[in-house]
């Protein structure tokens, strides 16, 4: 069955990828935007998070919302004026959804999240499943409160999926980016220790988990979105830079000059999340890109 759905966030990188995944599956898309955009074949409303201002038309016919939006994590410096600017674009938002939906009495059932994998804080080398407790540090405290918000549309009698997200790896954008900078100037290398683990998956994968959970109504809960293979900085970095053709320096970015040079945003460079797939993988989700190598053969490729 087609559904009718609101995304916020959708001018991102997985919101303009997901847009086209769900359009082609015959499903209608309306967008949540703090700015007038023209998106072919979607509706646009406008709304205000900080302003705590919402276009509540935009609920008009919805069933499903897929809320992506939030303030990027590594686009300013970590100060206390923005760490709760981090949070409250999660938080906040999520508030003013459910608000607009009890408000409008819209006949939303199912509500669809991002989340992190930083939810788990720095694990070392532990195998983190969907069980496993919210860890310590801004980022874990940052999604356990998202995630509190996002499950308070359970109590709507709403479907709530939650994606903790690993690193999603596109060409030319996100994390993916900023990781190939350094090493396309021949100047790369593995950051810290190098043996923290890093979550990943593929854009493509990314987008396909979304539309799973927009049409598998069994999908219930928290999943890793993840690749069922977590890798160590030192291997990203080698492998990053193997299809770039480029050397990577046998010592690594001593952690005392990172914190030096990012000061608390340094946190996320060395959370080391051993992220399980196994949730998803159950709920008979098919990975296109299981291998790093593989993921990263595709984005490199030169027909993309």
Not at 77 to 104: F, G, M, N
Not at 137 to 156: I, N, R, S, T
Not at 200 to 219: K, P, R
Request: glycine share 8%; with cysteine.
């Amino acid at each position: 069955m087609n559904k009718h759905i609101l995304i916020t966030g959708a001018t991102g990188m997985i919101g303009k990828k997901l847009i086209e995944s769900l359009q082609k599956g015959g499903h209608s898309v309306a967008v949540l935007s703090r700015k007038p955009k023209n998106i072919p074949g979607v509706k646009l409303y406008l709304w205000d998070v900080y302003q705590h201002k919402i276009d509540q038309q935009c609920m008009e016919g919805i069933d499903t919302v897929i809320h992506l939006a939030g303030e990027n994590i590594a686009a300013h410096k970590w100060t206390k004026k923005r760490k709760q600017q981090i949070i409250d674009s999660r938080v906040l938002s999520t508030q003013l959804l459910y608000q607009a939906i009890k408000e409008t009495k819209a006949s939303v059932s199912t509500f669809i999240s991002a989340s992190g994998a930083a939810w788990y804080g720095d694990s070392g080398d532990e195998i983190l499943t969907e069980e496993s407790p919210a860890g310590y540090g801004f980022m874990a405290a940052c999604c356990e409160q998202w995630e509190q918000a996002v499950d308070q549309g359970k109590k709507l009698g709403i479907r709530v999926v939650k994606f903790r997200t690993g690193m999603v790896l596109g060409k030319n954008e996100g994390a993916l980016a900023s990781l190939e900078k350094p090493i396309r100037f021949f100047a790369g290398a593995a950051l810290g220790s190098g043996r923290q683990w890093v979550p990943w998956l593929h854009i493509d994968d990314m987008v396909s988990m979304y539309t799973t959970a927009v049409e598998n109504t069994l999908i219930s809960g928290a999943y890793n979105a993840c690749a069922p293979f977590s890798v160590t900085n030192a291997t990203l970095t080698r492998a990053i830079a193997k299809k770039l053709h480029r050397p990577v320096w046998p010592f690594n970015v001593p952690e005392k000059i990172l914190k030096l040079i990012l000061g608390e945003m340094s946190e996320v460079i060395f959370i080391s999340t051993n992220t399980s797939a196994q949730k998803i993988l159950a709920a008979d989700f098919k990975f296109r890109y299981t291998r790093l190598e593989d993921a990263l053969s595709d984005i490199y490729s030169p027909q993309k």
